[in-house]
């Protein structure tokens, strides 16, 4: 199983990006993925999941807004268009596969898979 997660970059505020995560080994259409980041110092923190056949999707206080999850399972990705970026979005983007409902849907550890990360710079 892997996660692939790709699209970021240096951009400048207000700017915006779009990540992918590519995901291969098996199909993830039947459960949850989500998106964390983690900045320097900083311990890994939720930013927007979506459920199963995108039937609902919750987003962090501080994206809301901004940010749009979204999910292909004819392709097997899963996307992170943001907007409207700012300084302190700058953080390594995980993308993640949430196996289960038991637990908070923002708790890292309810999440079985991760991609690698990919660098989102936003510069003021």
């Known amino acids: 199983v892997q996660l692939q997660a790709s699209g970021g970059g240096l951009v400048q505020a207000g700017g915006s990006l779009r990540l992918s995560c590519a995901a291969s080994?098996?199909?993830?259409?039947?459960?949850?993925m989500g998106w964390f980041r983690q900045a320097p110092g900083e311990e890994r923190k939720f930013v927007a999941q979506v459920s199963w056949s995108a039937v609902s999707t919750l987003y962090a206080n501080s994206v809301k807004g901004r940010f749009t999850i979204s999910r292909d399972d004819a392709k097997n990705m899963l996307y992170l268009q943001m907007t409207n970026l700012k300084p302190e979005d700058t953080a390594i983007y995980y993308c993640?596969?949430?196996?289960?409902?038991?637990?908070?849907?923002?708790?890292?550890?309810?999440?079985?898979?991760w991609g690698q990360g990919t660098l989102v710079t936003v510069s003021s």
């Open positions: 080994g098996r199909t993830f259409s039947t459960y949850a």
């Open positions: 993640a596969v949430r196996l289960g409902y038991s637990g908070s849907y923002d708790d890292p550890a309810q999440y079985a898979y």
